[in-house]
């Protein structure tokens, strides 16, 4: 298997224990010093934290639908960035409907043969009208 190969699958499954809502599973391909931007407050953390993760699922009822469109690949020695538009989709236990496409970068490093993400940015545009608010409503 290419590295690029690799890496792919290393992502394929960390999504894949997000739309299962599968903590242990993120933690299993999520490296010990992630660095996590992500779409909720705070505005970054460190380490892996499967307690929120967990606190995160339960919001959700049913499976979370979770895909990288069309990921980009650069891999260097042991280093490996992957960014793309993510989907996701699902239902909360509020009875909200989600639909969101977001900006998503990967970091991974390739420890002991295996490929772990390290680092992880989500973000959404914001409106330039004055309001800055997050203009959730774009579809590619």
Known sequence: MSEEA?????????????????????A???GEDLTLYALAPPLGTTGPDAEGLQGWFDTWTGPIGYVLADPAVAVAGDVAFVHGLAHMTGTKTDGEVVDLWFRATLGLRKRDGAWTIVHEHESVPFLMDGSFKAAVHLKP
């Open 6 to 26: 690799a890496v792919r699958a290393a992502v394929d499954a960390w999504a894949a224990a997000l739309g299962a809502k599968d903590a242990a599973g993120v």
């Open 28 to 30: 299993a391909v999520t």
